[in-house]
Nanobody
Framework: QAQLVESGGGLVQAGGSLRLSCAASGVISSSNTMGWYRQAPGKQRELVATITSAGSTVYADSVKGRFTISRGSAKNTVYLQMNSLKPEDTAVYYC????????WGPGTLVTVSS
């Protein structure tokens, strides 16, 4: 099983930027999907963006054009560059890893003030 740790969350003004990082350790496959989900208070967890080991990406409509997902060359790290942040982006952001089973990080809080 992989283990995931996120970093980079914090408080930012609307219109600002943050960069989230996730590092995976343990048993890691070279072929995998990693990404980010988020959960706001009172709402269900939702997909933000994913990226495969081949570099294919998927974005939620709500973040297209503002967020960019990328990964390191070793395929065990994933990043989320968040620009033009809105108060609606406030949530706990969770790193995600999948090969045959889904693995989740503990989450990092992003708060966007108006």
């Amino acid at each position: 099983q992989a283990q995931l740790v996120e970093s980079g969350g914090g408080l930012v003004q609307a219109g600002g930027s943050l960069r989230l990082s996730c590092a995976a350790s343990g048993v890691i496959s070279s072929s995998n999907t990693m990404g980010w989900y988020r959960q706001a208070p009172g709402k269900q967890r939702e997909l933000v963006a994913t990226i495969t080991s081949a570099g294919s990406t998927v974005y939620a409509d709500s973040v297209k054009g503002r967020f960019t997902i990328s990964r390191g060359s070793a395929k065990n790290t994933v990043y989320l560059q968040m620009n033009s942040l809105k108060p609606e982006d406030t949530a706990v952001y969770y790193c995600y890893y999948n090969r045959y089973l889904e693995v989740w990080g503990p989450g990092t809080l992003v708060t966007v003030s108006s």
